[in-house]
C-alpha cells in the first residue's frame, strides 16, 4: 500500500507560478511510475506529466509543454511539478497518482493510489 499527499496549492494570478508535491509513505517509492493528473469541473481528469522510475522518462501533456516540470527525489519519497506562466484555465483539482506495474500509465483506471487532490486556482 502507498499513501499519497499533494500539498502546494493554491491561489495565484496568471503569469504566475506554483510548485506541487506529492510524498508518498512506504519504502518502494522508486519502484511506482508517478504521474500528475488534474480535474477541473464538469470534464474529466486528464494527464498532465507522468515520470519514469528513474525518472529518466518524462511525459508532458500538449496543454503542459514548456510551462510545467515533473520531476522527483527517490530519496524524499517525493515528485514534484513546478508549474510556470500559469493561466485561468489551468484551474483544477490536482492529483498524484502512482502505478506499480505499467511502463506508460496514462488513463486514470491505470494507476494504482491516488492522493486527495490540491487546489489550483489561477485568476485572471
Known amino acids: 500500500q502507498v499513501q499519497l499527499e499533494e500539498s502546494g496549492g493554491g491561489l495565484v494570478q496568471a503569469g504566475g507560478s506554483l510548485r506541487l508535491s506529492c510524498t508518498a509513505s512506504g519504502r518502494t517509492f522508486s519502484s511506482y511510475v508517478m504521474g500528475w493528473f488534474r480535474q477541473a469541473p464538469g470534464k474529466e481528469r486528464e494527464l498532465v506529466a507522468r515520470?519514469?522510475?528513474?525518472?529518466?522518462?518524462?511525459y508532458y501533456a500538449d496543454s503542459a509543454k514548456g510551462r510545467f516540470t515533473i520531476s522527483r527525489d527517490n530519496t524524499k519519497n517525493t515528485v514534484y511539478l513546478q508549474m510556470n506562466s500559469l493561466k485561468p484555465e489551468d484551474t483544477a483539482v490536482y492529483y498524484c497518482?502512482?502505478?506499480?506495474?505499467?511502463?506508460?500509465?496514462?488513463?486514470?483506471?491505470?494507476?494504482?493510489?491516488w492522493g486527495q487532490g490540491t487546489q489550483v486556482t489561477v485568476s485572471s
Open positions: 515520470i519514469s522510475r528513474s525518472g529518466g522518462n518524462i
Open positions: 497518482a502512482a502505478d506499480r506495474s505499467r511502463v506508460v500509465p496514462t488513463r486514470p483506471y491505470e494507476y494504482d493510489y
